[in-house]
Each structure stands twice: as structure tokens, then as C-alpha cells.
T-cell receptor, first 109, second 119 residues
Framework: GQNIDQPTEMTATEGAIVQINCTYQTSGFNGLFWYQQHAGEAPTFLSYNVLDGLEEKGRFSSFLSRSKGYSYLLLKELQMKDSASYLCAVMRGDYKLSFGAGTTVTVRA | GAVVSQHPSRVICKSGTSVKIECRSLDFQATTMFWYRQFPKKSLMLMATSNEGSKATYEQGVEKDKFLINHASLTLSTLTVTSAHPEDSSFYIC???????????????FGPGTRLTVL
């Protein structure tokens, strides 16, 4: 089966940095996605990693280590609007996505 | 980026009726569309994969006779929840994967979701 683990909740202060970890065990691997989802809305794409290393895109960065089955999403200079659920999703060998349960990030003033 | 629409955004129906949800890719051709459902504070669970012009493939535990999927064109897939019951109440989200200039794109573009409430 597919197993994707990420923390349930994280809280941080406005302007701070938060790192959301994701570990996975899946049947095949064709890349890892991070999505942001606000309550009652569809997920929006944040990042895609298929090779090891760090991908930086503005305030958000994502890291992947395929040998360790590990990724993290780094959110810098947190803003109140970053309060949302962050979903780690692995594209399996059959090119279908398996999602983690999501990490709810709360940004406090 | 690519845009995917869903209609309706919200629907309330009586138990026993059927509900059809449409998913459209507005500015690209979607070779494959996916249907997910999401319960409150839970993650997305893949229900089925639909490929244009062929039968949908369903994930384990999903009743294909209850959740009918039709992918009649490269821009439209429909999910029909037949004989809906209160336990079918959920947030249904579709996504589309299309053709990029270099071949099949791995990225999925998500629709805004449909909130189904069965009374």
C-alpha cells in the first residue's frame, strides 16, 4: 500500500519560518508535489520535485531525498494568508497521486 | 496556468436521487482526468481515473455502479452519483492532466470542487 506521513498541525508566528516534513513509501515514484489548500477550496500547486535537492520558488522551497523517502516544504517570511493546509502528494509508478493527510499551518500575529 | 472548472459548486439533493458533476478543462486538452473525494479535515482520496474514450478505472473499494464516470471528450468528464445517500455527502474534486508541448505533463490541475450534501 501507500504510506505518506506528515505532521497534523503546526503553528508559527508571522514573519517566521516553518518546515513541514513528509516521509513516504509508495509503489513506484514519479515525483513529489506540494499543494496548498484553504478550507473548502481545491488544492493549488506549490512545487514539484523529481530529482534530489532543493527547489526554491520565492518564499517557498521544497527539498527531496529519494533514497530516504523524504521531502520537506519550507515556508519563509510567513504571512497570515499562509494559514492553510499543506498537502504532500507522491506520484506513483502508475502516474496517480497519493496524498498525505495534510498539515494545517496556523500563522499567529 | 491551465484552468479546470467544475459545475455545480454546491448541490443539495434528497436521498435516492442522482447527481451529475461536470469537470471541464478550459484551455487545454485533458487526456486523463481524476476524481477525488475529501471528507472534512481529511486528505484527498482518489476514486477513479478516466481516460478520454475509454472506461474509467476505479480504486479499490469504490463502487463503479454507484459512481458513474464518463469522459466523452478531451475537455469534459462527468461523475454521476447514483441513488445518493447521506453518507455520500462530501467534497468532490476533479483534476486534469493534459498534453504539454513536450508530451504528457505530470502535473495535475485541480478544479474548484463540488460540495455535495445529501439530505
Amino acid at each position: 500500500g501507500q504510506n505518506i506521513d506528515q505532521p497534523t498541525e503546526m503553528t508559527a508566528t508571522e514573519g517566521a519560518i516553518v518546515q513541514i516534513n513528509c516521509t513516504y513509501q509508495t509503489s513506484g515514484f514519479n515525483g513529489l508535489f506540494w499543494y496548498q489548500q484553504h478550507a473548502g477550496e481545491a488544492p493549488t500547486f506549490l512545487s514539484y520535485n523529481v530529482l534530489d535537492g532543493l527547489e526554491e520558488k520565492g518564499r517557498f522551497s521544497s527539498f527531496l531525498s529519494r533514497s530516504k523517502g523524504y521531502s520537506y516544504l519550507l515556508l519563509k517570511e510567513l504571512q497570515m494568508k499562509d494559514s492553510a493546509s499543506y498537502l504532500c502528494a507522491v506520484m506513483r509508478g502508475d502516474y496517480k497521486l497519493s496524498f498525505g493527510a495534510g498539515t494545517t499551518v496556523t500563522v499567529r500575529a | 496556468g491551465a484552468v479546470v472548472s467544475q459545475h455545480p459548486s454546491r448541490v443539495i439533493c434528497k436521498s435516492g436521487t442522482s447527481v451529475k458533476i461536470e469537470c471541464r478543462s478550459l484551455d487545454f486538452q485533458a487526456t486523463t482526468m481524476f476524481w477525488y473525494r475529501q471528507f472534512p479535515k481529511k486528505s484527498l482520496m482518489l476514486m477513479a481515473t478516466s481516460n478520454e474514450g475509454s472506461k474509467a478505472t476505479y480504486e479499490q473499494g469504490v463502487e463503479k455502479d454507484k459512481f458513474l464516470i464518463n469522459h466523452a471528450s478531451l475537455t469534459l468528464s462527468t461523475l454521476t452519483v447514483t441513488s445518493a445517500h447521506p453518507e455520500d455527502s462530501s467534497f468532490y474534486i476533479c483534476s486534469a492532466r493534459g498534453l504539454s508541448g513536450s508530451g504528457v505533463s505530470e502535473e495535475q490541475f485541480f478544479g474548484p470542487g463540488t460540495r455535495l450534501t445529501v439530505l
